[in-house]
C-alpha cells in the first residue's frame, strides 16, 4: 500500500525563522510530489510541485526532494502568522495523488 | 479567473435522506476528483473521472455515487448518509496524468 508519511506536529516556530517541513513515501514509482497548505476548515492550496531531484524555488518558499531516500521537503523562509496552517505532502504516480495526514505548522509573533 | 466550484458549500441533512452535492470548473480540466476529508486526516479519494471513464477506490462504500454529465460537472451522491459520512467533501481537478489538482472549496456535510 502507497504511504505518505509526515510528523502531525505541531510544530512551531518563531516569526523570521525558517519551518522545515519533512515528509517520507513508500513507493518508489512516485514521481510527481506536491506540497498543500490548508487553512483550518479550508480547502487545499496548492504551494510547490516538485518533480526532479534538488531543490525548488518559489519565493519563500524551497521544495527539495531526494528519491533515493525518497524523502521530499518543504522550506519556508522569512516565517510569517499567516504561514500557520497545516502542509500536506503528497505523492503521485499516475493522476491519483497520495496524501500524508499534514503537519500543523504553528508561528509564533 | 478559472475556477473550481462547490455547491452548496454547507449542507445539513437527516440520516438516510440522500443528499446531492455538486462541483463545476471553468479549468476545462479532464480529470475531476471526488475526495472526503474528516478533522485531523488526509484527504481521501473516492473515485475520480479522467474524461467520462470512472474510476472507483476499491474501498469507496457502494452508497457514495458519482455522475459526471459533461466536462465541466460532477456530481456526487450519497444515497443513505450514516453519521460516519459527515466530513468535508472535495472536488478536485487536474489537467493530465501526474499533473497538479486544483480543489474546490469543498461542502461542509453534517448529517443529523
Known amino acids: 500500500q502507497k504511504e505518505v508519511e509526515q510528523n502531525s506536529g505541531p510544530l512551531s516556530v518563531p516569526e523570521g525563522a525558517i519551518a522545515s517541513l519533512n515528509c517520507t513515501y513508500s513507493d518508489r514509482g512516485s514521481q510527481s510530489f506536491f506540497w498543500y497548505r490548508q487553512y483550518s476548515g479550508k480547502s487545499p492550496e496548492l504551494i510547490m510541485f516538485?518533480?526532479?531531484?534538488g531543490d525548488k524555488e518559489d519565493g519563500r518558499f524551497t521544495a527539495q526532494l531526494n528519491k533515493a531516500s525518497q524523502y521530499v521537503s518543504l522550506l519556508i523562509r522569512d516565517s510569517q502568522p499567516s504561514d500557520s496552517a497545516t502542509y500536506l505532502c503528497a505523492a503521485s504516480e499516475s493522476e491519483k495523488l497520495t496524501f500524508g495526514t499534514g503537519t500543523r505548522l504553528t508561528i509564533i509573533p | 479567473d478559472a475556477m473550481v466550484i462547490q455547491n452548496p458549500r454547507y449542507q445539513v441533512t437527516q440520516f438516510g435522506k440522500p443528499v446531492t452535492l455538486s462541483c463545476s470548473q471553468t479549468?476545462?480540466?479532464?480529470?475531476m476528483y471526488w475526495y472526503q476529508q474528516k478533522s485531523s486526516q488526509a484527504p481521501k479519494l473516492l473515485f475520480h473521472y479522467y474524461d467520462k471513464d470512472f474510476n472507483n477506490e476499491a474501498d469507496t462504500p457502494d452508497n457514495f455515487q458519482s455522475r459526471r454529465p459533461n466536462t465541466s460537472f460532477c456530481f456526487l451522491d450519497i444515497r443513505s448518509p450514516g453519521l460516519g459520512d459527515a466530513a468535508m467533501y472535495l472536488c478536485?481537478?487536474?489537467?493530465?496524468?501526474?499533473?497538479?489538482?486544483?480543489f474546490g472549496p469543498g461542502t461542509r456535510l453534517t448529517v443529523l
Open positions: 478536485a481537478t487536474s489537467s493530465e496524468h501526474g499533473n497538479e489538482q486544483f
Open positions: 479549468l476545462n480540466h479532464n480529470v
Open positions: 516538485i518533480y526532479s531531484n
